[in-house]
């Protein structure tokens, strides 16, 4: 099993999110950290404070020289998939090639009906979230882009210079929806995001993405297999260490602990200490 580290933008300050990253990037075992891609708070008062998730991933990307990076994940409505694509090729450049690209079809309905970016009912949120992909990867990898669809049409579009990873930045996607979704990810995903939950959840949403992969043709073993694992605020890094065993045991990969604030990197050494043993 891999480790990485996830600090969401809200509720904290720069300079603790910039030490928590700095202390990372001198720990072996996380081998990427991660943010997130809102514009208010989750899972906690909406009016507080929330930093941009892409300005401050470029910014940590400055701040590190080893740690791979990337939002989990970025709703494609919240961004036209050209301009994604536009930004995601400039910071794999900016990063030395250590970029990867979280993204999803979305789901907060409070920031985007309070922003004015229509998220849509679930089947078109999912239609979106296809052509927005198909859209991505090809102005990653290809010279134009013509496409005509229902929510993007593009016209002999480029996007240079491309990123350094090639063929393009790994492709992460989140979420679990059983039709759409992980269709979508078996169609298009280097790396699949579990939000989180037991290994018995875990190991029925991998056998169902495998079964779309089976659909189309696609060997699974090309897709790595995340989950978000919880530090509580307790400090209980045993139980992070339980948790991420139970769902290493179900198949996954890679382990994503989502940190609690206020961010500190205080919390880095004891955590490795516990993880260390579960090391592949």
Known sequence: MRFAIKTSP????????????????????FESGWTFDHFYPIFSDSTGPCMEG????????????????????SGMHYRHPALLANMAATLDIISGGRLEIGIGAGWNE????????????IKERSDRFEEGCEV????????????????YELTDARNEPKGVQKPHPPIC????GEKRTLRTAAKYADHWNFTGGTPEQFAHKVEVLHR?????????????????????????????????????????????????????PAVLEPLAKALEPLLG
Request: hydrophobic share 40%; charged share 20%; proline share 4%.
């Open 10 to 29: 809200q509720n904290t300050v720069w300079q603790d999110m910039l030490s928590v990253w700095q202390a990372a990037d001198d720990i072996e075992l």
């Open 54 to 73: 892409w300005v401050t991933l470029t910014a940590l990307a400055q701040a590190t020289k080893r740690l791979r990076l990337g939002t989990l994940v």
């Open 110 to 121: 409070e920031e985007s009906g309070a922003y004015g970016m229509e998220l849509g009912t």
């Open 136 to 151: 991505l990867l090809s102005l990653m990898t290809q010279e134009t882009t013509t496409f005509k669809g229902t929510h």
């Open 173 to 176: 996607i989140g979420g679990s």
């Open 212 to 264: 779309h992969c089976a659909d189309i043709g696609r060997d699974p073993s090309e897709i790595t297999l995340s989950s978000h694992v919880r530090l509580e605020p307790d400090l209980d890094y045993a139980a992070v260490a339980k948790q991420a065993e139970g769902l290493g045991e179900a198949g996954l990969d890679l382990a994503i602990v989502y940190l609690p604030p206020p961010h500190t």
